[in-house]
């Protein structure tokens, strides 16, 4: 099992930043892929950003050139920089890692953060 712990939500003005954060523990070996999900009340979870062990990212095109993602190999932590907050960015962000056993993929979730982007 991973355990996914994340940090760094909250309430932003438009235009404002966060720093999301996301450590994994417990079984975190053969990780090979870190990011995170969004969902707003009343919608499905979307794909935010993803990082694979490498330096390979991919970004929701309502994201690019607003948030970075990164990852500390090392610690198994991923990191979300969200700049130039948007309304549209309130929703609970999700950590998730997927991790290869036998040829089969497990993914595994966070808790949840909220952020809020609010004047």
């Known amino acids: 099992q991973v355990q996914l712990v994340e940090s760094g939500g909250g309430l932003v003005q438009p235009g404002g930043s966060l720093r999301l954060s996301c450590a994994a523990s417990?079984?975190?070996?053969?990780?090979?892929?870190m990011g995170w999900y969004h969902q707003a009340p009343g919608n499905q979870r979307e794909l935010v950003a993803v990082?694979?062990?490498?330096?390979?990212?991919n970004y929701a095109d309502s994201v690019k050139g607003r948030f970075t993602i990164s990852r500390n190999n090392a610690e198994n932590t991923v990191y979300l920089q969200m700049n130039s907050l948007k309304p549209e960015d309130t929703a609970v962000y999700y950590c998730?890692?997927?991790?290869?056993?036998?040829?089969?993929?497990?993914?595994?979730w966070g808790q949840g953060t909220q952020v809020t982007v609010s004047s």
């Open positions: 998730f890692a997927d991790r290869i056993v036998l040829a089969k993929k497990y993914t595994y």
């Open positions: 417990g079984s975190n070996f053969d990780i090979y892929a």
């Open positions: 990082i694979s062990s490498g330096t390979s990212t």
